[in-house]
């Protein structure tokens, strides 16, 4: 049976390991356990992992710096994938959004990420055609 929980500063290591081979990650800077320890201290519920025993299966990161929600890293592990944890642990998401108060949610899904694209247009959302990310690694 899935459980769903979020991050504690204990999780770092292995939510990493779990990272390298359930997520895209070559378009990335390079995560770090004192990056995740930032983030845990800053917003204990961010991170919400989805665990199979003590195996994580599922991470989703839903950010919200009280203006704007954002949600990055959703990565199910390929063996459990179709059984609704990405679905679950979105709705979780989701609903902190709106019990923050928030209004709208901006998914990073990578372009050519089609297993990924498929499922969020099958959750509502949809490309915003107007607008393009620009970032600078720091």
């Known amino acids: 049976m ?11 290591e292995a939510v990493l390991e779990f990272w390298s ?14 990056a995740l320890h930032r983030l845990i201290n800053r917003d204990p ?12 299966v599922g991470t989703l990161l839903s950010g919200f710096d009280g203006w704007r929600c954002a949600l990055y890293r959703l990565a199910v592990d390929p063996a459990h994938r ?3 944890i990405a679905r679950t642990l979105l709705e979780h998401a989701e609903q902190r ?5 928030a ?4 998914a990073m899904v990578l372009d050519e990420n089609d297993e990924g694209t498929g499922f969020w247009r099958a959750r509502g959302y949809a490309p915003q055609a107007d607008w393009s990310r620009w970032v600078k690694s720091l």
């Open 2 to 12: 899935i459980r769903y929980r979020h991050a504690t500063e204990t999780d770092a």
């Open 82 to 84: 179709g059984a609704g």
């Open 97 to 101: 959004f709106v019990d923050l108060g």
């Open 103 to 106: 209004t709208r949610a901006t």
């Open 21 to 34: 081979h359930a997520a895209e990650d070559s378009s990335r800077p390079a995560d770090s356990p004192d």
């Open 45 to 56: 519920h961010a991170l919400e992992l989805a665990l199979d025993g003590e195996a994580i």
